[in-house]
C-alpha cells in the first residue's frame, strides 16, 4: 500500500512540475516566431549580459528599460531619457546571407552610438518567458557578440 502511495505522490509531482519560465527545448524555427513576438511584447525589459567580441559591456545599459512594442517600435529609456528605434523577427533566409535556416531577432537604433551597438539581426539561442538569449558573429573578424535580455 505504501508503494501505491508513494508513486501516485510521485506521479503528481512529476507531472505537475513545469519549468517555470516556458524555456525552449531543442531548434528554434519559423514556427516559434509569434511565440517570440508575444513573449517579448509582454513587458519591459532590460540588458541582463552584453559581449561584445569577449568584452563584458553589459554596465553601459544599466539603467535602461526596453520594450518591444507592436508594429515594430522598440523604445528604450532610463526613466529621464527616451530613444526608440524599430525591432523584428524573421527567418535569416530573408535577411542576410546565412545559408542556415535560423531565427533572427533584428534591433535597430539609429542616432545613439550607444544603442548603435545593439543594433544587428541577432541569432535566436533560446526564450523563455523571463529571457531571450541572442548571439551575432561579426562578419568582419569572426568574433561572436552575445545580447541576453531578461524581463524586469
Excluded at 113 to 123: A, R
Aim: negative net charge.
Amino acid at each position: 500500500m505504501k508503494k501505491i502511495i508513494y508513486l501516485t505522490l510521485g506521479a503528481i509531482l512529476f507531472l505537475g512540475c513545469s519549468k517555470d519560465d516556458n524555456d525552449t527545448q531543442g531548434e528554434i524555427t519559423s514556427g516559434d516566431i509569434d511565440a517570440i513576438k508575444s513573449t517579448a511584447q509582454s513587458g519591459e525589459w532590460h540588458v541582463s549580459s552584453y559581449l561584445d567580441s569577449g568584452n563584458d559591456e553589459t554596465n553601459a545599459y544599466a539603467g535602461y528599460r526596453f520594450t518591444f512594442g507592436p508594429n515594430g517600435v522598440l523604445g528604450v529609456t532610463d526613466g529621464n531619457t527616451a530613444l526608440s528605434g524599430a525591432w523584428s523577427i524573421t527567418t535569416s533566409d530573408s535577411d542576410d546571407d546565412s545559408s542556415e535556416d535560423d531565427i533572427d531577432f533584428n534591433i535597430i537604433f539609429n542616432g545613439s552610438e550607444l544603442f548603435e551597438e545593439l543594433s544587428d539581426d541577432w541569432d535566436m539561442v533560446k526564450y523563455s518567458d523571463a529571457k531571450i538569449e541572442l548571439f551575432d558573429v561579426s562578419g568582419g573578424d569572426g568574433t561572436t557578440d552575445y545580447l541576453t535580455f531578461e524581463k524586469m
